[in-house]
T-cell receptor
Framework: EDQVTQSPEALRLQEGESSSLNCSYT??????LFWYRQDPGKGPEFLFT???AGEEKEKERLKATLTKKESFLHITAPKPEDSATYLC?????????????FGQGTRLTINP | GAGVSQSPSNKVTEKGKDVELRCDPI?????LYWYRQSLGQGLEFLIY????????KSGLPSDRFSAERTGGSVSTLTIQRTQQEDSAVYLC??????????????FGPGTRLTVL
C-alpha cells in the first residue's frame, strides 16, 4: 500500500533558525513527489515537484531534496511568514489512475 | 487567469440534510479531484474525473457520497443524509495531466462543511 509519513507533526522555530522537514514514502511506481504549503483556511499551494533521486529544487528560503525513500524540505533562516502547514504528496498510478497520496503534514511555526 | 474556485466557502447544515458542493476548475484542465480534510488530518482522496472516462470513485466513504462533472468542467459533490462525521473541509483540485509539471494539481480554497 502506498504510504507517506511526515515528521515532525509540528515544529516551532525562532526566526532565523534553520531546520528540515522530513517526508518518507513507500510507493510502487513513483511518478513524482510534491510539496505544498497550506495556510489556515486555504487550499494547498504548490511549491515543488521532484521526480528522481538526487534532484533538488529551491525557492526563496526553501529547498527540497529527494532520495529513493524520502524527501526533505530544508528551510533556511525562516521568517514568521513561513509559518504554515507543509504537505508532502507522492504521485502514484493506482489501477491506471494517477493519484496523489498525501502525508499528514508538518505544522511549522516561526516565532519572531 | 482564474484559479480553482469552490462554493460555498462555508456550509452549516443539520444532520440528515443533503448538501451540494461546487467546484469550478481551471479552464482547460481535464482532470478534477475531490479530497476531504478533517481537522488535523491529511488529505483523503474521494473521487477523480479525467476527461470523458468513467470517474474513479474508489475513495468515496459511503454511498451517501456522489459526484458528477458536467460538460467536462464544473463538478458537484453531493452528500446525502449528512452525518456529523462528514464535517470537514472539502477540497477540489484540477490538473492538465500532461506529464511532468503538467501533472501538478492546483487546489481551490475549499468548502468547510459543518454538520450539527
Amino acid at each position: 500500500e502506498d504510504q507517506v509519513t511526515q515528521s515532525p507533526e509540528a515544529l516551532r522555530l525562532q526566526e532565523g533558525e534553520s531546520s528540515s522537514l522530513n517526508c518518507s514514502y513507500t510507493v510502487s511506481g513513483l511518478r513524482g513527489l510534491f510539496w505544498y504549503r497550506q495556510d489556515p483556511g486555504k487550499g494547498p499551494e504548490f511549491l515543488f515537484t521532484l521526480y528522481s533521486a538526487g534532484e533538488e529544487k529551491e525557492k526563496e528560503r526553501l529547498k527540497a531534496t529527494l532520495t529513493k525513500k524520502e524527501s526533505f524540505l530544508h528551510i533556511t533562516a525562516p521568517k514568521p511568514e513561513d509559518s504554515a502547514t507543509y504537505l508532502c504528496a507522492v504521485q502514484a498510478v493506482v489501477q491506471g489512475a494517477q493519484k496523489l497520496v498525501f502525508g499528514q503534514g508538518t505544522r511549522l511555526t516561526i516565532n519572531p | 487567469g482564474a484559479g480553482v474556485s469552490q462554493s460555498p466557502s462555508n456550509k452549516v447544515t443539520e444532520k440528515g440534510k443533503d448538501v451540494e458542493l461546487r467546484c469550478d476548475p481551471i479552464s482547460g484542465h481535464t482532470a478534477l479531484y475531490w479530497y476531504r480534510q478533517s481537522l488535523g488530518q491529511g488529505l483523503e482522496f474521494l473521487i477523480y474525473f479525467q476527461g470523458n472516462s468513467a470517474p474513479d470513485k474508489s475513495g468515496l466513504p459511503s454511498d451517501r457520497f456522489s459526484a458528477e462533472r458536467t460538460g467536462g468542467s464544473v463538478s458537484t459533490l453531493t452528500i446525502q443524509r449528512t452525518q456529523q462525521e462528514d464535517s470537514a473541509v472539502y477540497l477540489c483540485a484540477s490538473t492538465i495531466l500532461g506529464g511532468g509539471l503538467l501533472d501538478t494539481q492546483y487546489f481551490g480554497p475549499g468548502t468547510r462543511l459543518t454538520v450539527l
